[in-house]
């Protein structure tokens, strides 16, 4: 067994364990290895999605749109859990984040509503 | 031993908080999640006004000037826009190479493979140009538009989708001038371990960029 730390073997952090005196740890980042494979899905979803751009009877569909969106908000997550290390780091981060982009978000859905581009049928 | 291995040289100035977290880390996310309402500010514009255009160029539609009977074409460039999104996703590959070729940079290096990945210099010339050929393409992009007869005053379209993507390619310009002064910072002195949290918040704002373009480029370019 090789006892030499490898370079494309290990976590590429444990920041978190050096800058954390008050017994704070963050876990280990992803390796090399996994940069590449996001980078790989990453890449794949972006061409599946123009893909879809180019089939005229699936932009016509119901399901363009919803699949778009979600593609567009996988590819987000992916970034930022993996290469932003959201996914990683302490949890006060996470409500850094995710506090104002919810509340952005709900303000988007809530003006998609007021202006009529969202709207819900009432019988 | 494989994944054993961990640092233990902390930074020699620690600004922690009462988490024991890095005050600038903590700066920077802050600072992120406030640019994530900035943004979907800019993007709700664009949706609220979307196909609310009274005169062409139109994004997705032909549109015929009534009083000179000119055609102006779809204006969005779908093929030139897949290849600067390419090129940004790359980039933050690249950024998160620069940020574990630092982290990593008092390890030894014994084949050329993890010399390679072990070039901060290396990943960060690869994301500054990553970051310079994405600006290229909006320039080329924006370029065009504006020979198509589509301005920033043009029409609603023009307006919102100028300042949009302007602001968003302001943040890139910004992005690409601080991976220039962390070359000059490598240049000069050696980017150490000690300085992984330097590159660490670069890197936050870099995919912070990325990522607010993986929703421009779905709902502005892609979605008709």
Redesign the interface.
Same mark, same amino acid.
């Given at each position: 067994?090789?006892?030499? /730390?490898?370079? &494309?073997? $290990?976590?590429?952090?444990? *920041?978190g364990? /050096?800058? /954390?005196?008050?017994? *704070?740890v963050e876990h280990? %980042?992803p390796? @090399?290895s996994t940069? @590449?494979k !996001?980078?790989l899905i990453? &890449?794949l979803i972006?061409v599946g999605? !123009?893909w879809?751009?180019y089939i005229p009877s699936f !932009?016509a569909s119901r399901s #363009? !749109?919803p699949t $778009?969106?979600t593609?567009?908000a996988l590819? #987000?997550a992916i970034?930022?859990m993996f290469?932003?290390h959201l996914k990683y780091d %302490?949890r006060?981060?996470r409500v850094? #984040?995710t506090?104002? $982009?919810l509340?952005?978000?709900l303000?988007?859905i809530a003006?998609?509503f007021l #202006?009529g581009?969202l709207y819900i049928k009432v019988m | 031993m494989s994944a054993s291995v961990v640092h233990t040289s902390a930074p020699a100035h620690h600004h922690y908080t009462t988490l024991g977290l890095d005050s600038r880390k903590v700066a920077i996310w802050a600072f992120i999640g406030s640019e994530c309402m900035l943004f979907v500010s800019l993007i709700s514009t664009y949706l609220i006004y979307k196909g609310r255009s009274v005169i062409g160029p139109l994004p997705h539609e032909v549109w015929t000037d009534p009083s000179t009977g000119h055609v102006y074409k779809p204006i969005l460039n779908i093929p030139v826009t897949s290849a600067s999104t390419f090129v940004l996703l790359m980039s933050s590959l690249f950024m998160v190479l620069a940020l574990a070729a630092v982290q990593n940079k008092e390890l030894p290096k014994r084949t050329r493979g993890e010399r390679i990945l072990g070039s901060s210099k290396l990943w960060l010339w690869m994301t500054a140009i990553a970051g310079t050929t994405f600006l290229g393409f909006q320039a080329f992009e924006f370029t065009s538009f504006v020979h198509e007869g589509l301005t920033i005053r043009r029409n609603l379209f023009g307006s919102t989708f100028f300042t949009l993507t302007g602001f968003h390619g302001a943040h890139v310009t910004a992005g690409v001038l601080w991976l220039v002064t962390l070359l000059a910072i490598d240049y000069r002195r050696g980017l150490t371990s000690k300085d992984s949290l330097l590159v660490d918040i670069s890197a936050l704002y870099w995919h912070f960029v990325d990522v607010v373009w993986i929703v421009i480029f779905t709902l502005v370019y892609l979605i008709k």
């Open positions: 067994m090789d006892t030499h /730390a490898s370079i &494309t073997n $290990l976590p590429d952090s444990a *920041e364990q /050096a800058h /954390a005196p008050h017994g *704070e280990a %980042h390796t @090399w940069y @590449w !996001v980078a990453l &890449t972006t999605e !123009v879809a751009y !932009v #363009f !749109v $778009l969106l593609l567009s590819k #987000f970034v930022v290469y932003m %302490h006060l981060f850094l #984040f506090g104002p $982009l509340i952005a978000g303000t988007l003006l998609m #202006f581009h | -």
